[in-house]
């Protein structure tokens, strides 16, 4: 009669990796698409005020952000209210120019829709507010909206 005897195997068994270039790029490919890049650098900060009646924005890319308040670096900007258009700070003066460039960026059929919107810190006084809504009135861009915190508003 015959014995029956298990092989014993010297060789571990081997894990096929034949599908992990393709596992891999799949996740590449996931995150490459759904991961959102900052563009610009917040270089002031914003603490925005609370507002009763807030809406949301439907074309985020149809607005253009102006950021008003104190720098981020106190030491090396100083404590000033400062304006932000993109990725670097500017003057009332420059704000009617970057509003004209964004403007002419954009395609001829939805500029008409572009806003911009003022995101300013509470702490900034509304003579600068004011002044950049006047360089606003001068480059013709109309549609405004100011950035805000929903919640309660508190009477004093």
Request: charge should be positive.
């Amino acid at each position: 009669m015959a014995k029956f005897r298990k092989k014993k195997g010297d060789k571990s068994q081997t894990i096929n990796t034949s599908s992990l270039p393709d596992i891999v790029f799949m996740l590449l490919f996931f995150f490459m698409v759904a991961t959102k890049m900052r563009d610009k650098e917040v270089m002031v900060k914003t603490v925005t005020p609370v507002a009763s009646e807030v809406e949301r924005v439907e074309k985020k890319s149809w607005v253009n952000y102006i950021l008003v308040g104190p720098p981020q670096n106190a030491e090396r900007d100083g404590t000033a209210p400062r304006i932000q258009l993109d990725d670097k700070y500017g003057s009332v003066e420059e704000v009617d120019e970057f509003i004209i460039l964004k403007r002419n960026e954009q395609p001829e059929a939805i500029r008409d829709y572009l806003t911009t919107a003022i995101k300013g810190d509470k702490t900034v006084r509304m003579g600068l507010m004011t002044d950049i809504k006047q360089e606003l009135r001068n480059a013709n861009a109309l549609k405004l909206l100011y950035s805000s915190t929903e919640g309660k508003v508190q009477k004093d």
